[in-house]
């Protein structure tokens, strides 16, 4: 019920803050096999690969999933500026969630209507937490090559 709410004021106010103007824009996608979870994984390959006795936690990829919302505004014609918001969660036994908010710089080397190639480059914090902790972390996503259609 908490991803469902969360969700729905995400697409409300980043619909308000885009309004009609050609120069917005605004995307929303879903992940699976975020950050969080992929470090899970990789541990317990590495783990299981030098013969490590390891919590044998299996990780759904459907638990490892994200939800993001990213708004651009567009200052000159192949410069973007703006921010993403993510949601992310780990089940399976670690029940864990984590908030990212960075903002981004994107230069659009292609820059249609229905169609985009990007560099992007944006940083910011990550808020983890689960019953027993609250951690703050630095988060940095680089994208040399980018796409987007729709």
């Not at 120069?23 to 990789?42: K, Q």
């Not at 990780?59 to 992310?88: D, R």
């Not at 670690?94 to 249609?112: D, E, F, G, Q, R």
Request: overall charge negative; proline content about 1%; some cysteine.
């Amino acid at each position: 019920m908490c991803k469902q709410f969360l969700l729905c004021i995400l697409f409300t106010v980043s619909v308000l803050f885009a309004g009609e103007r050609v120069d917005h824009n605004v995307s929303f996608s879903y992940g699976v096999f975020n950050l969080t979870g992929g470090s899970i994984v990789a541990g317990n390959a590495i783990a299981d690969s030098f013969g490590a006795e390891n919590e044998k936690d299996d990780v759904n990829l459907l638990t490892l999933s994200s939800f993001n919302v990213a708004y651009g505004y567009q200052l000159w014609e192949k410069l973007e500026i703006g921010g993403i918001l993510t949601y992310s969660y780990t089940g399976s036994g670690y029940n864990y969630h984590s908030v990212t908010l960075m903002p981004k710089a994107k230069l659009n080397w292609i820059n249609k209507m229905d169609f985009r190639f990007y560099s992007l480059l944006a940083i910011g914090p990550t808020f983890g937490f689960n019953s027993d902790k609250f951690e703050v972390e630095a988060l940095w996503q680089a994208s040399l090559v980018g796409f987007e259609f729709g």
